[in-house]
């Protein structure tokens, strides 16, 4: 029972990271009648840059555009990619290890002119 108490208390906290990667922090709270511990992970990712890939090919000729994505974290990193749009293909998931570039293949296979 509270009177007029609400049972939430804002923690406002400042974080700003140098690089992208996985940041693990600790914060313990002290009182005479009580100590509590409070695990924090924050994940920072790198700044999105938007991208356009033009494929210009004969039709109904293939044609694949290798993407690069580097992993300059300190963890490996495990991709899924959603594909969508008509006549693309590329694999359901690849690995970055740390410190590597590892291509994406992408594919664009028409089935008509388009």
């Not at 511990?37 to 090919?57: K, P, R």
């Not at 993407?67 to 990193?77: A, R």
Request: some cysteine; overall charge negative; hydrophobic content about 35%.
């Amino acid at each position: 029972f509270f009177l007029g108490r609400s049972d939430t208390v804002e923690f406002p906290m400042k974080f700003t990271p140098k690089c992208p990667g996985c940041y693990h922090c600790q914060i313990v709270l002290k009182s005479p009648c009580d100590i509590r511990v409070y695990e924090v992970e924050c994940v920072v990712n790198a700044d999105q840059a938007d991208a356009q890939i033009e494929f210009l090919s004969p039709a109904y000729q293939t044609v694949t555009q290798e993407i690069p994505i580097s992993n300059m974290s300190s963890e490996d990193w495990r991709f899924e990619a959603v594909l969508e749009g008509q006549c693309f293909h590329g694999p359901p998931a690849i690995n970055v290890p740390v410190g590597e570039t590892v291509p994406y293949p992408l594919t664009f296979k028409p089935v008509a002119e388009c």
